[in-house]
């Protein structure tokens, strides 16, 4: 999308992808739905490559920390621009969002299998999933990497740590697992 919606692309573009106009055309009729195509090209395949070193690695502890790197890199990939552009963009907007989501329950279903398995204590896996999510739209608005100084990388490697030894069993609060996972207002 940086190549697509930047300012001095329209001639440029096809060589920079090794191409022509008509090759770029050939993939969607129209600029707005060559956007969304190339955006949803990404999430198809940063999805794809990430799933596949998850389901490598057999500890579940390691592949939550498998997971977040892979976002990690994948969102590295594009440019601050590129977010911009993605979360500006209405249409885009919608695939991100959605794969955002995607993200949160995938989190949350690593979570869920690490419980299972012994490897992670009992919590709020959806809060958990949620924390994730956010941190990762944070990360890639740059707002988190501004407020610490982190690359993309190491904010995911320092989410994946603080994930995981939270997850850790006896770790976290002394509160029972059923009243952790009550929110303060019903404790009350």
Known sequence: MDQIEGHEVRRPLPRRLSGSWATLYSLASTKEQLILTVTRAFFRGATAEIERAVQAEPDPRQRIRVYLAGVGTAMSRHSHAFYDDMVGYEPTAQIYRKNSAAAARRVHELIEEGV?????????GHFAAQV?????????????????????????????????????????AFASPSTAARSPRDQA
């Open 116 to 124: 299972q398995a012994g490897a992670f204590r009992a919590l709020n």
């Open 132 to 172: 994730v999510a956010a941190t990762i739209d944070a990360v890639q608005s740059g707002v988190l990497l501004e407020r610490t100084g982190l690359t993309a990388g190491d904010a995911f490697s320092e989410l994946g740590d603080l994930l995981l030894d939270g997850l850790s069993p006896g770790q976290g």
